[in-house]
C-alpha cells in the first residue's frame, strides 16, 4: 500500500435493500469520511464515490453511485477505504495519524529496543500503542500519552518510551 493513502474508514455491509451501506470512520471528525471523496480501496483500483445520509449506532448510512443494489453492497463489506494523504489536514506537532505510528521501532529512554508498534488501538479511555516485543509474537498495550511516550521521531522511524515500571 502506498505511504500516500491513509485508511479512514469501512464498509460494513449493506445497509437496508436499496443499495445503501452501513460506514464506519476512522476520522477524528467522523462527518469528514464524506469530504475525502472520492476514496480508494485497499487495491488503489476501486473508486468510491461516498455520500452520507444519515448517521446510524456506530456509524452512518451512506450511498456510495458505483453501487445500486443490495448485493453489491454486501460483497463490499469489509472494504477499507482511503483517502490521498495531500487531502488530509496537517496535525498540529504533537499529534500523529495511526498510520504513520505503525512499524515505528520502540526504545526506552535507557535506548533499550522495546519492540515494534504493530497497531493503534482506542478502546475508550485514549489511545495505546500496541508494541510486539523483539524476536516474539508478544505484543504489550503501551498508553500513548506525553508521559509514556515523550518522543514520537517519524523521520527516524523511532519512538522512545518511559513505560509504567513493570509493563515491560
Same mark, same amino acid.
Given at each position: 500500500m502506498s505511504e500516500d493513502r491513509v485508511?479512514?474508514?469501512?464498509?460494513?455491509?449493506?445497509?437496508?435493500v436499496r443499495g445503501e451501506l /452501513?460506514?464506519?470512520?476512522?476520522c477524528a471528525v467522523a462527518e469528514d469520511i464524506e469530504s475525502y471523496s472520492p476514496l480508494t480501496g485497499e487495491d488503489g483500483d476501486s473508486t468510491f464515490h461516498l455520500a452520507l445520509i444519515r448517521p446510524i449506532k456506530n456509524g452512518f448510512a451512506a450511498r456510495i453511485a458505483e453501487v445500486a443494489t443490495k448485493e453489491e453492497a454486501d460483497a463490499l463489506k469489509g472494504t477499507q477505504l482511503f483517502a490521498d494523504r495531500s487531502q488530509l489536514p496537517d496535525l498540529p506537532d504533537d499529534e500523529f495519524y495511526h498510520a504513520d505510528l505503525i512499524g515505528l521501532e520502540v526504545y526506552d529512554t535507557g535506548g533499550t529496543r522495546l519492540g515494534t508498534i504493530k497497531t493503534v488501538v482506542?478502546?475508550?479511555?485514549?489511545d495505546l500503542l500496541d508494541v510486539q516485543r523483539p524476536g516474539t509474537s508478544e505484543t504489550v498495550l503501551l498508553p500513548f500519552t506525553r508521559v509514556a511516550v515523550p518522543?514520537?521521531?517519524?523521520?527516524?522511524? /523511532?519512538?522512545?518510551?518511559?513505560?509504567?515500571?513493570g509493563l515491560f
Open positions: 485508511c479512514v474508514g469501512a464498509i460494513g455491509g449493506a445497509y437496508g /452501513r460506514i464506519k470512520s476512522f482506542d478502546h475508550g479511555a485514549g518522543t514520537v521521531d517519524l523521520a527516524s522511524g /523511532r519512538v522512545i518510551a518511559d513505560p509504567p515500571d
